[in-house]
Nanobody, 115 residues
Framework: QVQLVESGGGLVQPGGSLRLSCAGA????????MRWYRQAPGKEREWVAL????????DYTDSVKGRFTISRDNAKNTVYLDMHSLKPEDTAIYYC????????WGQGTQVTVSS
């Protein structure tokens, strides 16, 4: 059974930092393209960042470039999203996605950026 479990969300002030984690199980993690998405209230889910299964190639949506970093630890079957200089518009539920032919989703973790 495939499982993706996100953690690390919470309430942070503007300009602050958070680290999200997503632990995978039930699939060959090293073969999975891993992505983070987010969904703000009243908006559609949007792609945030990806990291390839090999060569650790990364890419980001323009609004987070230079502030967010995606990484993976294949020994721990975990992907991370380091978020810095957070803005109120980063407030959303953040979802982890694993793609190995089909896509699997985690349950999401809430990130709230507010003073």
């Amino acid at each position: 059974q495939v499982q993706l479990v996100e953690s690390g969300g919470g309430l942070v002030q503007p300009g602050g930092s958070l680290r999200l984690s997503c632990a995978g199980a039930g699939f060959t993690f090293t073969r999975a393209l891993m992505r983070w998405y987010r969904q703000a209230p009243g908006k559609e889910r949007e792609w945030v960042a990806l990291i390839s299964s090999v060569a650790n190639i990364t890419d980001y949506t323009d609004s987070v470039k230079g502030r967010f970093t995606i990484s993976r630890d294949n020994a721990k079957n975990t992907v991370y999203l380091d978020m810095h200089s957070l803005k109120p518009e980063d407030t959303a539920i953040y979802y982890c996605n694993a793609r190995i032919g089909v896509s699997y989703w985690g349950q999401g973790t809430q990130v709230t950026v507010s003073s």
